[in-house]
């Protein structure tokens, strides 16, 4: 068996298309343009490009861009005071703060400054309150595309069991309420978990999480398996250069699962095509209208 490859680049160009079609509708049909603000601060490189794509993505989608970028050395209150003037301004229906922050600046209390209707992230309190307790509230974007392109491979994935493999607050945890919520049965591991491949091998559904480079051997994945990988890690290869490498065994992973996503290519391009999904969301709450179908 050679798994298929679920393509997140594609699905994410199909989801970005529908996105601009659900914008052209709120504007011919209400006049709303959803708004989405992002702040970086400081000038790490990465964020820098993974903010001017999502600038990109926004206003090619037809929704409106902010970008507030601020100095490294900018205190926590000078910050959270902007977050406030987002919640403020009735043009932004989406905050978004880049992380990690500078080491100075608690990343706790700037999240909870941010209104929970604007959290596209959905990483305030309340948003994983609500979820955890089968609420309506904003899901981060990372975990809500895996369950999306899970669906879309799968159908119905009620009865499954599923491993979601890491524990954090931005994607394990919700990850494993979202397969809760789709009736799966679900088993949180991570690095210490004991008969780690015994857990993963009985697992219809495999979604690994934990930031480790290939930590989940493709001779533990079960035959059939569909395998969501999170995960991204720059190794050495042995001539020196570098390549990025999932949470998984690719190479032989692909040989008993029944799909797989790759690295890269797989959920990370998800990521900013939910982001904006989660903003027309926001958007048609706050104005209190049905989001198009």
């Known amino acids: 068996m050679t798994a298929s490859i ?27 343009i959803p708004g989405l ?28 861009s902010f970008e507030y970028l601020m100095k490294d050395d900018v205190s926590e209150a000078d ?13 932004v229906h989406g905050i978004l703060v880049q992380l990690p922050l500078p080491k100075h600046i608690n990343e706790a209390a700037v999240i909870e400054t941010i209104a929970p209707e604007k959290d596209v992230d ?10 955890a307790t089968g609420g309506d509230g ?32 931005i994607v394990g945890k919700p990850m494993a309420q979202l397969l809760l919520n ?13 008969n780690l491949a015994e857990v993963v091998g009985r697992s219809d559904i495999v979604v690994a999480a934990v930031g480790v480079p290939e930590l989940v051997k493709g001779d533990w994945i079960k035959e059939g ?7 991204i890690n720059r190794i050495e290869k042995d001539d020196g250069k570098t390549k990025l490498v999932g949470d998984v065994e690719f190479d ?25 999904k989660n903003t027309v969301t926001a958007a048609c709450r706050q104005a209190g209208i049905d989001e198009p179908t």
């Open 182 to 194: 789709e009736s799966c049965t679900v088993t949180i591991a991570h690095s210490r978990t004991r």
């Open 37 to 64: 603000a992002v702040v970086l601060v400081g000038e790490d490189p990465a964020s820098q490009v993974y903010v001017r794509n999502k600038n990109k993505s926004t206003i090619a989608a037809g929704m409106n």
């Open 252 to 276: 032989s992973a692909v040989l008993r699962a029944g799909a797989i996503t790759p690295v890269p290519g797989g959920v990370g391009p998800m990521t900013i095509a939910v982001l904006l």
């Open 138 to 169: 904003m899901v981060p974007c990372t975990p809500l595309g895996c369950i999306m392109m899970l669906k879309d491979q799968l159908g119905s994935l009620s009865g499954l069991d599923a491993v979601v493999v890491g524990r954090s607050n």
């Open 225 to 231: 398996a569909t395998v969501i990988d999170v995960g």
């Open 122 to 131: 959905g990483f305030h309190v309340i948003n994983s309150g609500l979820l």
């Open 79 to 91: 910050l959270i005071t902007k977050v406030k003037e987002l919640n403020d301004d009735p043009a």
């Open 6 to 32: 679920i393509d997140g680049k594609a699905f994410a160009a199909n989801l970005k298309e529908e996105i601009a079609r659900k914008v052209r509708i709120l504007k011919e049909l209400h006049g709303l």
